[in-house]
């Protein structure tokens, strides 16, 4: 199936995702935030990205931009539950327009994580492929 | 016996019309002997649901959250003592989203207005909160470990007595 990277600073929130997609035979790398997710698409390839959005270091958004600078093929499905004066929905909406190619609100429910990751998997697109 | 504390929420941290709850050693009993009309309980459909999508790994996910009950709530509170309202703020943040993701709406609640207070950094107002979240995770870490020892989906009359312990 396919290997995807997982981005969210909560390892609850990870431990849950993680255990959802590799269920349905996904190889899942973690990292706890945007500049450990980008060490790593360096030296993996992988076939999706799920982040969340607000992070500390470098949070979801930015990861989002940067990735898609050196990789415009990317797909990636943004996560977020809100903050600040940020609703989930309206944080999400950004993300789309940053270029994520679904996203997911929190709370979320599985099922609906491992639907949209498989259309997100449609073969549409090549995969993110590390750097060379 | 009177060890109650009120919960004094400010208009602007968005609180709700937060209850009184008991605190100190013997809150947690008086807590679990009550019968909570308070509307905080797990929702049982999303734990199934994730039962049914983690398969073998849904006890290992569950230990991780059964544990967050206890220490999330544990480590908002040292953020508290540590008088370090950006941290109080970023924990209390991801202890909302864990808590909304099993349903527990009110305690999601509670982690979301001690949010607004470390921004605020008007942290004396936090006590009487992070009071609440902890009873509440303690009560919900027995709650989920009670789910997982069951084997199958809750009996109809587990649903209607796990309710949390945010009320007066």
New interface residues.
Partial sequence: MAHILLVD?????R??LS??L??VNHTVIEADNGRTALQILKKNSVDLIITDI?M?EMDGMDLLTSILSRYPDSKIIAIS?G??AMNAQLSLRMARGFGAVDVIA??????DV?RKVARALQPTNSPIRKEA | MNNTQPAQNSPDTGAGPLRPVPSGPMALQECDTRNSDSGNTLDFAMLTEMKQELGDSFSTVMQHFQAGMLARPEKISLALQANDPELLARESHSFKSVCKQLGLTQMGQVAANLEAIGRTGRLAEAEPLVGQLIAAGAWAHRELKKYCAASGPPPPFFQKTASAPLRG
């Fill in positions: 600073d909560d390892e609850l929130m431990a849950l255990g959802v590799r269920r607000f500390p539950g903050y600040k929190k709370p979320f429910r599985t099922a491992i």
